[in-house]
């Protein structure tokens, strides 16, 4: 072999080498791309996830404190006189031991109002659903004619 066939040679082989090495960071840069972006749609999953376990477990609670607040009413509906004035005055349970952890309970208070348009008897209630709590104030008013028949609410939700 002489010199200028080796000189051939050795070039040949340098070109074929740094073919190979300009592979490697582009397959690094590549394989960083595609675990940025996986890590953007996981955390965005995530996100979206808490979300909507965080507005499930407030509408539970909405529907705990209107189911309370039913239950006041029928109630009243019995006995207009009842009035339970202590604040959380009585409970449901929604689920076994549901008040002790405030996981599902509603606590209920009425007034002792005598449910006249200038004096209504007013129900509140709220429930609870794991970290979450909601309020409603329900506002009674019964007819004139004095046989205990609720003849309007009101209801609106008490927010802090």
Known sequence: MTYNEFKIRLKKINQTTRNGVATLPTIIALGVLVLAIGIGISTASLSELFTSEGQSQSQKALSYAEAGAREAMRRIAVNKTYSCVSQNCYSIPFIS???????????????????????????????????????????????????????????AEITN
């Open 97 to 155: 031991n549901g008040c002790s952890s405030n996981d599902a309970c509603a606590y209920i208070s009425v007034s002792s109002n005598s449910g006249s348009s200038v004096d209504p008897k007013v129900v509140t209630s709220t429930g609870y659903a794991g970290l979450y709590a909601r309020t409603l104030r329900i506002t009674l008013e019964f007819d004139a004619s004095d046989n205990g028949q609720i003849s309007s609410s009101t209801w």
